[in-house]
């Protein structure tokens, strides 16, 4: 009898570890594919719906699978787990990272890059029935329970029962448990174990790509478990010898498959022990295509310098390179350097200085310098906003959600070039905080609201871009007050540019001005356009040139021509709001 509890509790740990990998998988893909596509919300929902759908379709097909051979195809699954899951995370990157012609449907991408959510769901779907049946055709009688285990079920039994008794019709029910709801017990425990480890321990810790392994490790571990507890060569100390026609049916452990197991295992478990090595250049990896991508075949060569995980963002430094035949048509020089955030390049030396300011030197003209003149930045973590602002004299409140990006931004050779320890300033104050829960608490009112944040790419950005923001940024206006903002180009971004104009609108902003910044990127005599800027009102206020105008707009001709004008009101156009989100104000970059 001992043999059965301890085969019994066996099982049941090897439920929780299959539960713990296969909730993970779902929240690693959730995640991976949100950094591909954006969308956390849009990705979450979708792999998480697909991942039920998979795992029904995988325990309706269970009762197909050879009953005298529960073991060997439990053995089998894990196996297939542990080599398709990475598998199919390295599938989604490789379809973010190379040309894909424009002749294949979007469609066709969709599906293929969600296919490892299907086959792992199928996969898991066969799990919990081979287990409750292994559980079910041990030994009859409550000592299958080991007993630590059943004395701890039964006083969480105990309690449960009491509380249940409070509002229904209850009957204790004493002796053996089934198979079925010992399995389903430990599967949920292991899934919240699975969901709280990942988000608190192995995302935030170690990072996507080797998370990833982790679980196919586990996988490939609870598999080799298995067939040494179980098989008739058992070699394992608490196993071993045949089992009796009434004990656990495992039939013929094929080989072949029990080396690749330990192939898979042993190699899973290199890539975990030099997880920092392995992140690091699969990252590049994928990053140096992607970027690539950006521009015509063999134009561009990029490499990543070096890459960092915050709480909040993926900093990432990079050179590009022009490799094309011909000019270079956009730097000057053969190489520079650039920071990317997230999926978006937020910084190259050939345009930071005009992007700042378009940020700050132009709409400083509508307000008057000095120490009496308030002004908020949101976002900005580099400081190099900051820096523009000194030359004013302006008194400044800065907020920013990511303080480790901050601290190191201080100090880097790279930022430091742009920034000029603009931090120091002794008109500055700054806040590491959430930039619309920062409105909500403060009574300050300010004359320039400058917008430095990241584009609309991603759903955890809405809130910068909702109505709400905004209203919350009006009320926080002096009676001549404006707010700045990099955008995204109408012309390349329509509904992005509709539904924004829209929402800004139905915050109370009457009047815009919206300008391009230029700049001669390439040193060929001509100027390109870098950056689209607009400025808000919620009234009329006094133009862009003239007597208040800064020594940059002065000195550009082409803001002469730059006019304020009502927001555009586009009908059929949702508004972005914080509980009734318009996805098309977010953009595909």
């Not at 697909?50 to 089998?76: C, K, V």
């Not at 910084?347 to 310098?369: K, R, T």
């Not at 329509?494 to 390439?522: C, I, M």
Request: aromatic residues 12%; proline residues 4%; contains cysteine.
């Amino acid at each position: 009898m001992s043999n059965t509890r301890t085969d019994t509790g066996t099982l049941l740990a090897l439920t929780f570890v299959v539960s713990f990998c296969s909730f993970a998988y779902e929240f690693v893909y959730s995640e991976l594919l949100t950094v591909m596509y954006g969308g956390t919300v849009t990705q979450y929902v979708i792999t998480v719906g697909l991942y039920f759908f998979s795992l029904g379709i995988g325990a309706a097909l269970s009762d197909d699978l050879d009953a005298t051979d529960l073991g060997g195809n439990f053995f089998r699954t894990e196996v297939f787990l542990a080599a398709v899951a990475p598998a199919g995370f390295l599938l989604i990157v490789a379809l973010n990272s190379v040309r894909i012609p424009q002749s294949i449907p979007s469609e066709v991408i969709w599906m293929t890059a969600r296919l490892p959510v299907v086959v792992v769901g199928f996969l898991s779907g066969f799990e919990l029935p081979l287990l409750t049946h292994m559980v079910d055709e041990l030994e009859d009688g409550e000592a299958t329970m080991p007993n630590w285990l059943r004395s701890t079920c039964g006083q969480i039994h105990e309690i449960m029962v009491s509380i249940l008794g409070t509002v229904w019709n209850v009957k204790r029910t004493d002796g053996r448990r089934s198979g079925l709801s010992l399995v389903l017990a430990m599967d949920y425990v292991g899934g919240l174990a699975g969901a709280v480890v990942y988000a608190r321990v192995l995302y935030p810790g170690i990072g996507l790509i080797p998370t990833i392994f982790v679980l196919a490790l586990l996988n490939g571990i609870a598999a080799l478990v298995f067939v040494a507890h179980f098989g008739d060569w058992a070699w394992w100390p608490v196993g071993g010898g045949k089992r009796t026609s009434r004990e656990l049916s495992i039939g013929h452990v094929s080989k072949t498959l029990l080396v690749v197991c330990l192939v898979l295992t042993a190699s899973y478990a290199g890539v975990v022990a030099k997880h920092d090595t392995a992140d690091e250049q699969l990252s590049e990896l994928y990053l140096e295509q992607q970027i690539e991508n950006r521009y015509p075949p063999g134009a561009m060569r990029a490499t990543v310098t070096s890459q960092e995980t915050t709480t909040y963002q993926h900093v990432i430094r990079y050179n590009r390179t022009w490799t094309g035949t011909g000019p270079n048509p956009y730097f000057t020089g053969r190489t520079e350097q650039c920071l990317r955030l997230g999926s978006a390049v937020q910084l190259c030396e050939s345009w930071a200085d005009s992007y700042h300011q378009g940020l700050v030197d132009v709409p400083m003209s509508l307000v008057e310098p000095g120490p009496k003149t308030n002004v908020l930045v949101v976002g900005g973590g580099d400081w190099i906003a900051i820096d523009h602002l000194r030359e004013y004299d302006v008194s400044v409140d800065h907020v920013d959600l990511d303080g480790e990006f901050m601290q190191q931004a201080k100090t880097d050779p790279f930022f430091r070039t742009w920034h000029d320890d603009a931090y120091e300033y002794d008109r500055l104050n700054t806040t590491t905080a959430d930039g619309y829960h920062y409105l909500q608490e403060t009574n300050e009112t300010y004359d320039l609201v400058l917008l430095d944040i990241p584009g609309a790419t991603d759903d955890d950005l809405l809130t910068l871009y909702s109505a709400e923001f905004y209203r919350s940024v009006r009320n926080h206006l002096s009676d001549e007050g404006v707010v700045a903002t990099w955008g995204y180009s109408p012309d390349s971004y329509p509904q992005h540019h509709k539904a924004f104009v829209n929402t800004v609108g139905t915050a109370g902003f009457t009047n815009q001005l919206s300008y391009w910044v230029r700049e001669d990127l390439d040193s060929d005599g001509q100027s390109e356009r870098v950056e689209k800027f607009y400025v808000f009102a919620p009234g009329e206020r006094r133009p862009l040139t003239g007597d208040g105008e800064t020594a940059y707009v002065r000195t550009h001709e082409q803001y002469r021509t730059v006019k304020w004008h009502a927001v555009p009101r586009y009908r059929g156009v949702r508004v972005n709001s914080i509980f009734h989100p318009n996805y098309d104000i977010l953009v595909d970059t």
